[in-house]
């Protein structure tokens, strides 16, 4: 990993390191616009092409429905069902708590204001499943679309080469008691959730993170459709601000698990010790080879790199620039310095909280904003899965209390039928 003295970088130097890649090649943008194109021209002709040709499977249907579901999901072994059952009840325990119902508010006498919750109708999730099969995002997506009560909920994930999805993906279906999944991938599943096809139905939502295609579709059908998105959750990242006191061996690997996800990913270590950033290399060297996915993790850290801070304040003031899909304070004083922390998608405390926990079971969302867009996005809640409509209600009292004042505002901006529309109430 190369290493920098985060005070030798000028401001452009910082920039560039926080710089990820928003915007990905011309190549992937282009191929993207055509596959929106086609999908939205020939539907369903178009999907199953594009299995052919990106997911190298010749499918008989787009989808596979309930008995097929409940047969694959009958193949897992109990421990692996287990497994699953308590990340299900964790990520769902957590989430629960997040459909709270609002205080209603007299603003004044006689003038009501309120908020009430309402699920968005048609959601779409996107579960990757290009070089890793992610059952755990279908948890995290389909537990608060569930508890939002969302009305439909369209699924799509990759084919597998046998035409079928995965067992697990089968398992959680049935956990969640979806009874269809659409084997779509790509940026093909997102156009046809955003156009909808003769098979698949078009939603008001899509949700779920992906590689580049998928992400950079989403995005596209954001501007240019009214199907909304989450939120643009690519290529995963952690950043790591580490003291003496962190463990070598802990700290590099949380830096694999991340780089493990893709070519793409990154992983960056922010350290006031440079014997621990030395020490986190040779762990790296240790760790890395014996990986079954050594290769992928090889290129993203070669892609990472790392900062040498002279302070705490230092590196939290560099991962706040940085703005982490996953940040992990491996330090003694981390209590005294969350505060601190103004950008991040999910944040881990201290040497024994593994992002991995974050990632399957701990209840917290894993679909979260990368390359830097956690300075603006939240991850995937339940809040994601609804909409606030605001509510407003007026006595005879209130009209009287209010009326002056809309009258008033109406005749400044010039706008005389909305001052009519007080004036004709207060006769
Ligand atoms: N930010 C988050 O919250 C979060 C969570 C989980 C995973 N992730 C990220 O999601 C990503 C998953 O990526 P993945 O590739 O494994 O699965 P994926 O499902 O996102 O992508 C696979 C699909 O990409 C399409 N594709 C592949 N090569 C293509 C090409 N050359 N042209 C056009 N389309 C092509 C294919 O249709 C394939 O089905 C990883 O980068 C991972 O880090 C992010
Ligand atoms: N770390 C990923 C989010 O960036 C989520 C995930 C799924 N499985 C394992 N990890
Ligand atoms: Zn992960």
């Known amino acids: 990993m190369k290493r920098f003295n985060y005070s030798d970088l000028s401001k452009a130097a910082i920039q560039k ?10 190549e992937i943008r282009a191929v993207v616009e055509d596959v929106i194109k086609n999908v939205r021209a020939n539907g369903d002709k178009a999907l199953f092409d594009y299995a052919a040709k990106f997911d190298k499977v010749e499918l008989k249907s787009l989808f596979i429905e309930k008995d097929e579901i409940g047969q694959l999901a009958s193949t897992l072994q109990p421990d692996q069902k287990q497994a699953l059952q308590m990340a299900y009840d964790n990520i769902y325990k957590f989430h629960q708590t997040q459909l709270k119902t609002e205080d209603k508010v007299e603003t004044m006498p006689g003038v009501t204001c309120w908020r009430e919750l309402r699920p968005i109708e048609k959601v779409g999730l996107y579960i990757p499943g290009g070089t890793a099969v992610l059952p755990s995002t279908f948890l995290m997506l389909g537990i608060p679309a569930q508890i939002a009560g969302c009305h439909e909920i369209v699924v799509c994930s990759p084919p597998q080469r046998n035409g079928k999805v995965n067992a697990y993906i089968a398992y959680v279906a049935h956990l969640l008691g979806i009874e269809k999944i659409y084997l779509i991938g790509g940026s093909q599943a ?49 950043l790591v601000i580490a003291d003496e006191s962190a463990v070598p061996e802990y700290v590099a690997a949380d830096l694999l698990a991340q780089a493990e996800h893709g070519v793409d990913s990154q992983s960056v270590l922010v350290t006031t010790s440079t014997e621990l950033a030395e020490k986190v290399q040779a762990e790296l060297t240790k760790q890395l080879p014996v990986l079954p996915r050594a290769e992928i993790a090889g290129k993203a850290i070669d892609n990472s790199y790392i900062v040498i801070t002279n302070t705490l304040d230092e590196a939290m003031d560099f991962s706040n620039q940085y703005a982490p899909e996953h940040l992990i304070l491996a330090t003694a004083s981390w209590r005294q310095i969350t505060g601190n922390i103004i950008n991040a998608g999910s944040v881990f405390l201290g040497n024994l ?34 909409k606030k409509i605001t509510f407003q209600h007026i006595t005879p009292d209130g ?17 005389q039928a909305h001052k009519n529309a007080v004036t004709v109430r207060m006769k």
């Open 399 to 415: 009209i009287k209390n209010i009326g002056p004042t809309v009258e008033t505002l109406a005749e400044l901006e010039g706008l």
């Open 190 to 238: 997102i156009a046809a959730m955003a156009y909808g096809t003769e098979s698949i139905p078009k939603v008001d939502k899509i949700f779920g993170p992906g590689n580049q295609y998928v992400t950079k579709a989403k995005t596209i059908i954001q501007s240019t459709t009214n199907t909304a998105i989450d939120m643009p959750a690519g290529p995963s990242e952690v």
């Open 353 to 386: 909280t593994p992002e991995s926990a974050g990632d399957y079971a701990s209840g917290t969302n894993h679909t979260l904003p990368t390359s830097a867009y956690a300075r603006a996005y939240s991850g995937v809640s339940v809040d994601s899965f609804v």
């Open 17 to 26: 390191l926080v710089q990820r890649n928003v915007d990905p090649a011309e």
